[in-house]
Nanobody, 127 residues
Framework: QVQLVESGGGSVQAGGSLRLSCTYS?????MGWFRQAPGKEREGVAA???????RYAEFATGRYTISQDNAKNTLYLQINNLKPEDTAVYYC????????????????????????WGQGTQVTVSS
């Protein structure tokens, strides 16, 4: 099991930026970010694989950037031009090696494709 701890959330005004961080206990083949707004299902935001390929949800294209620093065991999510509809709890997720290595380009951004989860970090965007 991979331990994941998110940080970096907060309350910001629309148009601002945030960089979320997720420290992980060990490196895995696929890692991703999800978010869950009140009353809504958890939805995928972005994912990265072991060779650095990235995949983004349609809504995340252009304003969100996923990156990873394996030397620091940290996954990042940069969010620019924040909008009130970005308000949600953001979760970091990991897919273990023994589930099979999958290209991020082929990995559906759904919760069932990830095994381990952090506790989440709240992002609140005011207009």
């Amino acid at each position: 099991q991979v331990q994941l701890v998110e940080s970096g959330g907060g309350s910001v005004q629309a148009g601002g930026s945030l960089r979320l961080s997720c420290t992980y206990s060990r490196y895995t083949c696929n890692m991703g970010w999800f978010r869950q707004a009140p009353g809504k299902e958890r939805e995928g935001v972005a994912a990265v694989d072991s060779v650095g390929r990235k995949r983004y949800a349609e809504f995340a294209t252009g304003r969100y950037t996923i990156s990873q620093d394996n030397a620091k065991n940290t996954l990042y999510l940069q969010i620019n031009n924040l909008k009130p509809e970005d308000t949600a709890v953001y979760y970091c997720a990991a897919r273990p090696w023994d589930w099979g290595v999958v290209s991020a380009l082929d990995l559906d951004l759904v919760p069932r494709n990830f095994a381990d989860w952090g506790q989440g970090t709240q992002v609140t965007v005011s207009s």
